[in-house]
């Protein structure tokens, strides 16, 4: 399968060419991984350490799944629009969203090729 390797948040924006929404928070930390899913309960209880999660959802309690994981980064898909009150409370607890043009199949093959 190919051995892991971890890079930071910065350096993976740069691979899957995305937008930080929420400015610059994060951007030091260490990835090893990601998980794909739209199912709150799904993420809660799969998610592992030093991931990114990508998913279409977009209102407010992704922050409290992403706050409860710690994962590194949102990322959302397709270039979906994310309301203000959820950046701004996303800036406010921590928590780093990006955006890309990619489906969420493309973003998670993105990321999965740039930590192999």
Known sequence: ???????????????????????DINMDREI???YTSDLLS???????EDSVWITMQRHINILGVAKLKDVVAIVIPRSLQVEQSVIDK??????????GP??????S???????R
Do not use: V
């Open 1 to 23: 399968m190919g051995e892991i390797r971890k890079m930071t948040l910065a350096e993976l924006i740069g691979n899957i060419r995305c937008e930080a929404i929420t400015g």
């Open 32 to 34: 090893r991984t990601g």
């Open 42 to 48: 799904d993420a809660i209880a799969n998610i592992e």
């Open 90 to 99: 996303a800036r406010e607890e921590g928590i780093a969203i990006l955006r």
């Open 102 to 107: 990619q489906t969420a199949f493309e973003i």
């Open 109 to 115: 093959a993105l990321i999965y090729n740039a930590l």
